[in-house]
């Protein structure tokens, strides 16, 4: 199976930066495409960004120019760079990998939390 570590989450003043970090692990043949979602309190999870094994991105309309995703093909590990935080980016970021032969995994979550 796919292990997901995240790490990088925590309180930032609105203007701030975070750095927020997912390393796969498990018994992987291949990772296909890693990503973050986030889930606001109140509401449902919502695509931040995604990149592909080519290197191929996607961003949310209202995280473009803001937040920055790359990763490590070597660690299998993501990251998602987060400038510019304003209080509406407050929520529960989780990583999610598409693997083989694994299919969706997700990780626990971690809390940002960005104060006005």
């Known amino acids: 199976q796919v292990q997901l570590v995240e790490s990088g989450g925590g309180l930032v003043q609105a203007g701030g930066s975070l750095r927020l970090s997912c390393a796969a692990s498990g018994s992987i043949f291949r990772i296909d495409r890693m990503g973050w979602y986030r889930q606001a309190p109140g509401k449902q999870r919502e695509l931040v960004a995604t990149?592909?094994?080519?290197?191929?991105?996607n961003y949310a309309d209202s995280m473009k120019g803001r937040f920055t995703i790359s990763r490590d093909g070597a660690k299998n590990t993501v990251y998602l760079q987060m400038n510019s935080l304003k209080p509406e980016d407050t929520g529960v970021y989780s990583c999610?990998?598409?693997?083989?032969?694994?299919?969706?995994?997700w990780g626990q979550g971690t809390q940002v939390t960005v104060s006005s």
């Open positions: 990149i592909t094994s080519g290197g191929s991105t």
């Open positions: 999610n990998v598409e693997s083989q032969p694994w299919g969706v995994t």
